[in-house]
């Protein structure tokens, strides 16, 4: 294996307190291989991740042990775990919210090959070619917006609004160093080239773009009117449609470089103690059954999956999309280069940044009324 354990992205240590939780008895901040069950390391949602590890083991007997993230380091501090374990595994599965991390485990030499017996059906172009990582059910970038605040306005229709002088000062985006906007990113780079890229976060910049700690976040600031626009998940989205919040949302850069789409991934670690339990629930990870569950869910996740429908949500098969066409490999091998190079410097900017606090919308008040 390649020594990665001192390669950790964003430059963070090892999370110090993550969530151990095991489904049925019995938790450990230590998961060793026991008979009979799998140990799973999820940067998704507890609340997403938790049905569908008891449903397989009710169907398969297999207990599950479950190591999650927080929200404000989605994948990040998960996947420095596993980079630090290299030597010494614990886990046997890792679900990432999104593919790119689990290209990252390849290229450090840190998942195993395997080719899921469920793989048939899947959309295979979000997957690895070598059988590194399969990806399944998705969601999307989508622009949020408060309908209280932009009533009788145009709406955005691009990432590019966020940079545009009527939203100075009242647009929002996540941390770029961590979970779906930290792929996006990567995304950009890709697409809009470095300099391009470059110029995208500077104009951020210029116009007083807020940088929040997460997609949940931004959904929350949006819903209560601090801010008029901002760039989260299509999931954060549907919680706030649930919940009855003012606000809506548009599916950005339809008539140019499209959106993102952001399936999740699943990787059987390399020298898992309980590797066969990890196919088996790679497998079940990636059935028809889990996808519907997912589309279902609050998440109204995608299903990759011939012959599953698209959820109401989107308004359209999500074939009809367009995606950002980007190579999900090869934004892996930029990934931490990227975080370095640039990335890392524009969150300590913005972090410095003496803006101060959210000045109030005159319009804020009397919407929430």
């Given amino acids: 294996m390649k020594a990665a354990a001192s390669i950790l992205l964003a430059g963070l240590a090892i999370s110090a307190s993550p969530l151990f939780s ?16 799998v140990v799973v390391y999820s940067s998704v949602d507890d609340e997403y991740v938790r ?11 297999i207990r599950v042990k479950l190591v999650l993230d927080t929200e404000e380091t989605k994948s990040t501090s ?5 980079i630090a374990e290299a030597e010494r595994p614990r886990a046997d599965v890792f679900w990432s ?15 195993a090959p395997y080719l899921p017996k469920q793989k048939a059906g899947l959309a295979t172009k979000y997957s690895d070619p070598d059988n590194h990582y399969v990806s399944f059910s998705a969601r999307i970038r989508v622009i949020i917006y ?15 609004d966020l940079t545009d002088v009527r939203f100075r000062s009242r647009a929002c985006i996540a941390n770029p160093l961590y979970g779906t ?31 929040l700690s997460s997609n949940g976040e931004v959904r929350r600031r949006v819903a209560a009117g601090d801010f008029d626009i901002g760039l989260t998940d299509s999931d954060d989205v549907n919680v706030a449609l649930r919940d009855g919040k003012p606000i809506n949302f548009v599916i950005p ?27 088996a629930f790679i497998d079940f990870l990636i059935s028809q059954e889990v996808e519907q569950l997912l589309a279902r869910s609050e998440a109204v996740q995608i299903p990759l999956r011939e012959g599953l429908a698209t959820p109401p949500l989107f308004g359209r098969d999500w074939r009809q999309l367009r995606l950002m066409a980007v190579d999900y490999a090869k934004l892996a091998a930029g990934f931490e280069e990227l975080n370095k190079r640039f990335l890392e410097d524009w969150v300590r900017q913005q972090s410095g940044s003496s803006a101060g606090p959210v000045e109030a919308n005159p319009h804020t008040e009397a919407s929430r009324t």
């Fill in 146 to 160: 408060n309908t209280n605040l932009l009533a009788g306005r145009a709406l955005p229709a691009s990432i590019h």
């Fill in 97 to 111: 919210g999104d593919p790119v991390r689990a290209a990252v485990l390849k290229t450090h030499d840190l998942s």
């Fill in 181 to 211: 906007t930290s792929m996006h990113a990567a995304a950009l780079f890709q697409v809009l080239g470095d300099r391009g890229g470059r110029a995208w976060f500077e104009k951020l910049n210029a116009n007083g773009v807020k940088m």
């Fill in 253 to 279: 850069d339809q008539d140019s470089l499209g959106t993102l789409l952001i399936p999740n991934a699943a990787a059987l670690v390399r020298g898992a103690p309980n590797a066969q339990n990890g196919k």
């Fill in 51 to 61: 049905p569908i590890a008891e449903l397989f083991a009710k169907h398969a007997g």
């Fill in 78 to 82: 998960i996947l420095n775990r596993l």
């Fill in 22 to 37: 095991g489904c049925g008895s019995g938790s450990s901040d230590h998961p060793r291989s026991q008979p009979g069950e």
